[in-house]
Nanobody, 123 residues
């Protein structure tokens, strides 16, 4: 049974918005984050949040994206605004039960991953 399930991806025109969701089952994680991978490119950090509510943004997520979490629903969100064609990618949710702070954006350290949701931005 999948522990992290992403949703909310889709196709949108440049300048539009999308909100991604990642619902966690079984555990409440200390650390949850978003990563993305475009075709032919390496995986890239986007943003993360820990149980203290500390948010961290990589350059790819600064300014236009907002990460948040609903602890009651055990769901992570990524509000993406002013989308650009270069935001086109598969977006993955990842989580960990022990990490916090800056470690939440260390992809190799996170132990649970979703299958991803595809975001396509057309010009």
């Amino acid at each position: 049974q999948a522990q992290l399930v992403e949703s909310g991806g889709g196709s949108v025109q440049a300048g539009g918005s999308l909100r991604l969701s990642c619902t966690a089952s079984r555990y409440h994680y200390s650390c949850m984050g978003w990563f993305r991978q475009a075709p032919g490119k390496e995986r890239e950090r986007v943003a993360a949040i820990d149980n203290d509510g500390t948010t961290i943004y990589a350059d790819s997520g600064k300014g236009r994206f907002l990460i948040s979490k609903d602890n009651a629903k055990n769901t992570l969100y990524l509000q993406m605004n002013s989308l650009k064609p270069e935001d086109t990618a598969m977006y993955y949710c990842a989580a960990d039960r022990t990490l916090s702070g800056g470690y939440c954006l260390e992809a190799d350290a996170l132990d649970t991953w979703g299958r991803g949701t595809l975001v396509t931005v057309s010009s």
